[in-house]
């Protein structure tokens, strides 16, 4: 069962992943969490350095979907300075989200790649779907008060996981 929450990569921030090292994965768009993943969940603007990040997946040719299950209301406010595609009420750790993106994108599984902040969420979903995954540390220390649940939930289970595979180590960039 600890397999599930396995993910392929832990990398400290989302913005350290770039075009040429999703590429060199044969990954040819992300699909990504919002709140403490893309955006601080308080700060919804964004900052200069996701702006910057999502231009250059723009210029490489890596279109980019937000996964989230927050509601269409709140992710569609979120994501609309950015100019990014989203699928809102994903249901993650369900597959819903994430195989609608693809169907969206008209890619493989193969050639996607979740990322996300929590293990019960974002990995979970991405593993029940056949799809690698990044796991990121949260932007931020602060949760909204349904994702501290799932924090407190997720650490045994992160603790686990980290024994059983332990060649997992936070990086700051995806590789081989």
Do not use: C, H
């Not at 994702?147 to 650490?155: A, G, L, S, V």
């Amino acid at each position: 069962m600890i397999n599930k929450f396995a993910p392929t990569w832990m990398v400290d921030v989302i913005y350290n992943v770039t075009p040429a090292q999703l590429k060199a994965q044969g990954i040819k768009a992300v699909l990504t969490d919002l709140d403490n993943t893309l955006i601080a969940w308080n700060n919804p603007e964004g900052t200069n350095e996701l702006r910057q990040w999502l231009r250059d997946l723009e210029q490489a040719g890596i279109p980019l979907i937000v996964v989230s299950n927050n509601s269409e209301e709140r992710i569609s406010k979120a994501v609309a300075p950015l100019g990014a595609q989203y699928v809102s009420r994903a249901l993650k750790p369900l597959t819903r989200g994430i195989k609608q993106a693809i169907r969206q994108l008209d890619l493989k599984p193969s050639e996607v790649v979740m990322v996300g902040d929590q293990l019960m969420t974002d990995v979970w979903a991405a593993n029940n779907a056949g799809v690698r995954s990044i796991l990121v540390k949260p932007l931020i220390e602060t949760d909204q008060w349904n994702t501290r649940i799932n924090r407190f939930i997720e650490k045994p289970v992160k603790r686990s996981m980290l024994k059983k595979f332990p060649n997992l180590k936070w990086m700051d960039k995806i590789n081989d």
